[in-house]
């Protein structure tokens, strides 16, 4: 079972900054916390991931509380083609990759 | 070039029927994997190859069967199709192990009548 959760979905303007909310209160020392998204009809898309320091790179900024129960992927100026399932998951020594039901985000025009 | 294809993008065929879905990457990577993703959207893993070598098998019927020839193509082979196998599904690769990122591939709809 997935470890996080998220809100079942999430409307943004577009152009506007979206901050895309996870909770993982019983992640362990080792897990990372990943971020893909799975465009329509699509295969998922690796955006980010980091294990208590904030990350950025040239798609998304995450952010990880200090006691690292929660973090929020921040897309900072949304555009249409941003509108996705995104799935924050957890990922420790183990191979495989968990994903639960995501978080439906619409960028409206 | 498109790091991870697979084929057909779509497949279409009777219950009782065997049919096989094939996977290539070009990334060099080690591990290879396929998921499924059901009518309720639900993504599970289903197997996972490091080197032509089976690493993890989730509770999936035998009907699916796993093939790695070499370490670009890992192919998934379903016997005795049934209408629950109706889904999409995806191959994977990874670089390493452990936490490296995964890529994904394009999806095959299967559609079991």
């Known amino acids: 079972d997935a470890k996080t959760t998220q809100p079942p979905s999430m409307d943004c303007a577009e152009g506007r900054a979206a901050n895309l909310p996870c909770n993982h209160s019983t992640i362990s020392g080792n897990e990372y916390v990943y971020w893909y998204r799975q465009i329509h009809s699509q295969g998922p898309q690796y955006i980010i991931h980091g294990l208590k320091n904030n990350e950025t790179n040239e798609m998304a900024s995450l952010i990880i509380t200090e006691d690292r129960k929660s973090s929020t992927l921040i897309l900072p100026h949304a555009t249409l083609r941003d509108t996705a399932v995104y799935y924050c998951?957890?990922?420790?020594?183990?191979?495989?990759?968990?994903f639960g039901k995501g978080m439906k985000l619409t960028v409206n025009p | 070039d498109t790091a991870v294809s697979q084929t057909p993008k779509y497949l279409v065929t009777q219950m009782g029927n065997d049919k096989s879905i094939k996977c290539e990457q070009n990334l060099g990577h080690d591990t290879m994997y396929w998921y499924k993703q059901d009518s309720k959207k639900f993504l599970k893993i289903m197997f996972s190859?490091?080197?032509?070598?089976?690493?993890i098998n989730e509770t999936v019927p035998n009907r699916f069967s796993p093939k790695s020839p070499d370490k670009a193509h890992l192919n998934l082979h379903i016997n005795s199709l049934e209408l629950g196998d109706s889904a999409v599904y995806f191959c994977a690769t990874r670089r390493g192990g452990g936490t490296d990122t995964q890529y994904f591939g394009p999806g095959t709809r299967l559609t079991v009548l």
């Open positions: 190859y490091n080197n032509k070598e089976l690493i």
């Open positions: 998951i957890l990922q420790g020594g183990s191979e495989k990759l968990v």
